[in-house]
Each structure stands twice: as structure tokens, then as C-alpha cells.
């Protein structure tokens, strides 16, 4: 079993940035991939960005590609999202997942999954 705890949500103003926090427990995620995921209200859940268990591929949804960056520190067990140049789109709760198998952007491809941190941009 995988348990992933999100942090470092919040309220921003747009424009500003934010850092998400993925810290993992009960078995080490360093071969895992691992990706990010949010949920707006009323909205389904959505891919964000991916990471390989290497740190040496990463995907990127269109809308945060130059403004998002995902990465790990495996010897923390822990992965991040920075999310800078926030819009008022952005605004949903962020989800942390761990892949057992294959890196993906779908959410039927992550085994594990955290609860969650609500970012809100402000316009």
C-alpha cells in the first residue's frame, strides 16, 4: 500500500505561484511514476502532468506547459508540482496518484491516490 498526502494548496492572486507537495508512506515510490491530477467543481478530473519513476520523461497537459513543472526527490519520497503564472482556471483541488506499472495521463492508469489540495487563483 501507497499513502500520498498533498500540501502547499491555497489562495493565490493570478499570476502569482504556488508549490504542491506529494509526500509519500508505506512503501517507497522511487520506480513509480507518479503524476497530478485536478477536479474543478462540477467537473471531472482532469490530467495534468506525469513524471517517470527516473525523472527523465515528463508529461505536461497543454494548458500548464510552460507554467507547470512536475518533479521528484525520491530520497524524500515526494514529488512536486510548481505552478507559477496561476489563472483563475486553475482553481480546483489537486490531486497526487502513483502508477504500480506504466506512466500515463489517464486516471484509470494510477493505483493510488491522495485526497487532495484545494488551489484557488483570485482574478
Known amino acids: 500500500q501507497v499513502q500520498l498526502v498533498e500540501s502547499g494548496g491555497g489562495l493565490v492572486q493570478a499570476g502569482g505561484s504556488l508549490r504542491l507537495s506529494c509526500a509519500a508512506s508505506g512503501r517507497t515510490i522511487s520506480y513509480y511514476p507518479m503524476g497530478w491530477f485536478r477536479q474543478a467543481l462540477g467537473k471531472e478530473r482532469e490530467f495534468v502532468a ?23 526527490d525520491n530520497a524524500k519520497n515526494t514529488v512536486y ?43
Do not use: H
Open 50 to 72: 506525469a513524471i517517470r519513476g527516473s525523472g527523465d520523461i515528463i508529461y505536461l497537459e497543454d494548458s500548464v506547459k510552460g507554467r507547470f513543472t512536475i518533479s521528484r
Open 81 to 123: 508540482l510548481q505552478m507559477n503564472s496561476l489563472k483563475p482556471e486553475d482553481t480546483a483541488v489537486y490531486y497526487c496518484a502513483a502508477s504500480l506499472f506504466r506512466s500515463g495521463t489517464l486516471v484509470r492508469d494510477y493505483d493510488y491516490w491522495g485526497r487532495g489540495t484545494q488551489v484557488t487563483v483570485s482574478s
